[in-house]
């Protein structure tokens, strides 16, 4: 029997045209930030800017979350920047290479299962950093530049919010640079444009290997800087995938995307490129365009490409305030404004609030989205930690019997909330024998069983017995298997 065939949805010309257009719109982003990242970076703008298009168009058909744009990122520029500056281009290259081989591994032993651990407090503060960053990147384009900047950014917002009401066949944002883009020239405005971010590329990316020695010496130079930079394009664009998931409503496959970046990576290392991962603002971009598949990530490589080679005079001399006007409505339709709102605070619990501020706070500080997740999950750990070590409590139940005492121990035990533990009983005070019962308290670490051992030590000092019982499953196993071996 044979089983239907699904037509991909891109095939359809409704989703076609949202695609492409969106692709479109998202590489005419992409240029000027890619020539800021290689400036960052200490290379050429075409290396970024090839880097950009080959993440993009192999991450299309090897990553697992559709519509998420991969390309040369900011924070990818600021990992390599001391590695080109001591020992140039060609040992980049051969960083990317070998980070891309280093998420190809990671991603087989199944990193991207971590993403679990993250609450959801990290990435509601994880959204509201980097709309914070998006705005913030945008302030340098808005100071010390001529007046008709101004009049520019506010005309290309006021398109993008009321152009929608019209017709949403065409994106608002690629309607936006447009017209700013013939009254800039009509007008013959002096204003910032494209073309003084850097020259574009005027021919194709070569293939090759990087001129480096295929030595161990090599390998100890490029290993710590292809190390961090699989762990933060991994990072970043893990947590890009989730975001877009929640967006859409839709599951994407991780793992897959965790391998994908390293394949996108060697590619983009082999033809010349400074590496990458998940862009955040562009990938915001393509999903509000309304962009659900690979079709709009793989077209945003290819239009990128066409732009640069093929239209480079014209793209050149499009303002960059269109280009700002974008950025700055993605930044705010991205700022989870809910979450601040003083209902919301009033309801939140205290901790979930420290945890998201202190996620916004570090990732503003250091630019760096991948050590705010960190930190703000390390946070969440310490707080829930603290919050559950409280819930462990022992109380001493009445017994017919006066020769026995009977104590009830409640809750979660584990290194935090078992310390306290040893000082829950009276030990001179006691008749000869004991009874621990756990019925209601589940083991978790060995921290719980030696804490155990030292109540039963305690006890045993003064020639009294100690039975524990009501221990389930996994915590008898624990308890059975630790219990008078840990010192």
Same mark, same amino acid.
């Given at each position: 029997?044979?089983?239907?065939?699904?037509?991909?949805?891109?095939?359809?010309?409704?989703?076609?045209?949202?695609?492409?257009?969106?692709?479109?719109?998202?590489?005419?982003?992409?240029?000027?930030? #890619?020539?800021?990242?290689?400036?960052?970076?200490?290379?050429?703008?075409?290396?970024?800017?090839?880097?950009?298009?080959?993440?993009?168009?192999?991450?299309?058909?090897?990553?697992?979350?559709?519509?998420?744009?991969?390309?040369?990122?900011?924070?990818?520029?600021?990992?390599?920047?001391?590695?080109?500056?001591? /020992?140039?281009?060609?040992?980049?290259? *051969?960083?990317? $290479?070998?980070?891309?081989?280093?998420?190809?591994?990671?991603?087989?032993?199944?990193? #991207?299962?971590?993403?679990?651990?993250? =609450?959801?407090?990290?990435?509601?503060? %994880?959204?509201?950093?980097?709309? $914070?960053?998006?705005?913030?990147?945008?302030?340098?384009?808005?100071?010390?530049?001529?007046?008709?900047?101004?009049?520019?950014?506010?005309?290309?917002?006021?398109?993008?919010?009321? %152009?929608?009401?019209?017709?949403?066949?065409?994106?608002?944002?690629?309607?936006?640079?447009?017209?700013?883009?013939?009254?800039?020239?009509?007008?013959?405005?002096?204003?910032?444009?494209?073309?003084?971010?850097?020259?574009?590329?005027? #021919?194709?990316?070569?293939?090759?290997? =990087?001129?480096?020695?295929?030595?161990?010496?090599?390998?100890?130079?490029?290993? =710590?800087?292809?190390?961090?930079?699989?762990?933060?394009?991994?990072?970043?664009?893990?947590?890009?995938?989730?975001?877009?998931?929640?967006?859409?409503?839709?599951?994407?496959?991780?793992?897959?995307?965790?391998?994908?970046?390293?394949?996108?990576?060697?590619?983009?290392?082999?033809?010349?490129?400074?590496?990458?991962?998940?862009?955040?603002?562009?990938?915001?971009?393509?999903?509000?365009?309304?962009? @659900?598949? @690979?079709?709009?990530?793989?077209?945003?490589?290819?239009?990128?490409?066409?732009?640069?080679?093929?239209?480079?005079? +014209?793209?050149?001399?499009? =303002?960059?305030?269109?280009?700002?006007?974008?950025?700055?409505?993605?930044?705010?339709?991205?700022? !989870? +404004?809910?979450?601040?709102?003083?209902?919301?605070?009033?309801?939140?619990? +205290?901790?979930?609030?420290?945890?998201?501020?202190?996620?916004?706070?570090?990732?503003?500080?250091? /630019?760096?989205?991948?050590?705010?997740?960190?930190?703000?999950?390390?946070?969440?750990?310490? $707080?829930?930690?603290?919050?559950?070590?409280?819930?462990?409590?022992?109380?001493?139940?009445?017994?017919?019997?006066?020769?026995?005492?009977?104590?009830?121990?409640?809750?979660?035990? %584990?290194?935090?909330?078992?310390?306290?533990?040893?000082?829950?009983?009276?030990?001179?005070?006691?008749?000869?024998?004991?009874?621990? !019962?756990?019925?209601?308290?589940?083991?978790? !670490? #060995?921290?719980?069983?030696? *804490?155990? !051992?030292?109540?039963?030590?305690?006890? *045993?000092?003064?020639?009294?017995?100690?039975?524990?019982?009501?221990?389930?499953?996994?915590?008898?196993?624990?308890?059975?298997?630790?219990?008078? @071996?840990?010192?």
């Amino acid at each position: 029997m044979l089983l239907p065939v699904t037509r991909p949805a891109w095939l359809s010309p409704k989703v076609a045209r949202t695609e492409l257009l969106s692709g479109l719109v998202v590489a005419l982003a992409l240029i000027p930030e #890619a020539i800021s990242f290689s400036v960052i970076a200490g290379v050429d703008p075409s290396v970024g800017l090839f880097a950009s298009f080959t993440m993009a168009v192999v991450i299309a058909v090897v990553g697992g979350r559709p519509a998420m744009i991969s390309a040369a990122t900011g924070a990818v520029a600021l990992v390599v920047a001391p590695l080109v500056r001591e /020992h140039g281009l060609s040992y980049l290259i *051969a960083a990317v $290479i070998v980070g891309g081989l280093i998420q190809i591994a990671l991603g087989a032993l199944g990193v #991207a299962r971590l993403m679990r651990f993250v =609450p959801r407090s990290v990435m509601v503060g %994880f959204v509201n950093a980097l709309a $914070i960053l998006i705005f913030m990147a945008q302030v340098p384009e808005l100071t010390g530049v001529p007046w008709a900047v101004y009049p520019l950014v506010a005309g290309g917002l006021a398109l993008m919010v009321f %152009f929608p009401r019209l017709t949403t066949v065409v994106p608002a944002p690629l309607v936006s640079i447009a017209i700013l883009t013939a009254i800039t020239l009509g007008a013959g405005l002096a204003v910032p444009s494209v073309g003084d971010r850097g020259e574009l590329p005027s #021919a194709l990316p070569a293939f090759g290997l =990087p001129d480096v020695p295929f030595t161990l010496d090599t390998l100890a130079v490029v290993a =710590p800087y292809a190390l961090a930079l699989a762990l933060v394009g991994l990072m970043e664009s893990l947590m890009t995938a989730k975001l877009v998931d929640d967006l859409t409503d839709t599951h994407s496959n991780k793992t897959r995307e965790s391998v994908g970046q390293g394949v996108a990576n060697i590619v983009t290392g082999l033809f010349g490129g400074m590496g990458g991962c998940a862009m955040i603002g562009q990938t915001m971009i393509n999903v509000k365009n309304g962009a @659900r598949t @690979r079709l709009s990530t793989f077209s945003a490589g290819v239009f990128l490409l066409i732009l640069c080679l093929v239209f480079g005079p +014209w793209v050149s001399q499009i =303002p960059m305030a269109a280009l700002v006007a974008v950025m700055i409505l993605v930044s705010f339709a991205t700022f !989870d +404004w809910h979450s601040i709102a003083p209902a919301t605070l009033r309801r939140m619990p +205290w901790g979930e609030t420290i945890v998201m501020v202190t996620t916004v706070a570090v990732v503003v500080v250091t /630019h760096n989205l991948a050590i705010g997740v960190v930190v703000g999950s390390v946070t969440a750990m310490v $707080i829930f930690a603290r919050r559950v070590a409280h819930l462990a409590t022992v109380t001493a139940v009445p017994d017919s019997d006066p020769d026995r005492a009977v104590y009830a121990v409640t809750g979660e035990l %584990f290194f935090a909330s078992s310390n306290d533990l040893v000082y829950q009983f009276d030990y001179a005070g006691d008749p000869d024998e004991v009874v621990i !019962d756990l019925s209601d308290a589940h083991i978790w !670490d #060995a921290s719980s069983v030696a *804490a155990l !051992d030292a109540v039963t030590g305690k006890y *045993a000092a003064r020639g009294k017995t100690v039975t524990v019982t009501g221990l389930n499953a996994p915590s008898a196993e624990l308890h059975d298997t630790l219990a008078g @071996r840990l010192s």
